[in-house]
């Protein structure tokens, strides 16, 4: 009967969560860094925008898609940052594949309703608003991260839930260490 059945070595799996851990918290801390520096850039129009919403719905309703979906992907990247490192702590081990789970899907519905509003054909460059126009090349940068981030944590989750050691674990690691190579995208 001990031949037949395969027993999970803990120490193993934790050692294999803190090598995820290890690429997954830069990379989402600077995502998250990524979304500082665009809302920054976005709140030196704020007040501009806040009164044009009152004489224009269509001001009013890109002022709300802004808003929303700039907190939405800053609240995804933050959930994922947190996650990683709170799968540092052992007993949270028996946690991480719906951990894994929610925050894939929550980085690429992130990443589809950010990319829906934050796009060539929504956003324009307008002349003589550098830091907003800098704000729009940053949001590029911001669904990008979105991107890898889900990817990342779909490989490793998988990689859990399969939990035979099929190498998809060094797939997720290589993705993040390549994407940090190149500089970050």
Known sequence: ????????DPVSSYNKTRRFGFLLVPTAAYALFL?????????VYEAQ??????????????????????AGATIA?????????????????????PVGITNA????????HFGNFWNAKNQVQVPFVEKFNEAVRGSEDVRKMLGILA?????????????????????GTAILAVVALRGWY
């Open 151 to 171: 990817w990342a944590w779909s490989l490793i989750t998988f990689d859990w839930a399969i939990g035979k050691g099929t190498g998809l674990e060094y797939v």
């Open 77 to 97: 990247i933050l959930l994922s940052l947190v996650s990683s490192t709170l799968l540092y702590i052992p007993s949270l081990q028996a946690y991480r594949l």
């Open 1 to 8: 009967m001990a031949d037949t059945e395969q027993v999970k």
């Open 49 to 70: 925008s806040e009164k044009a919403a009152k004489w224009s719905s269509t001001a009013a309703e890109r002022l709300r898609k802004t808003r929303t979906t700039q």
């Open 35 to 43: 979304c500082y520096q665009n809302i920054t850039r976005l709140r």
């Open 105 to 112: 899907v929550l980085l690429a519905a992130s990443r589809y």
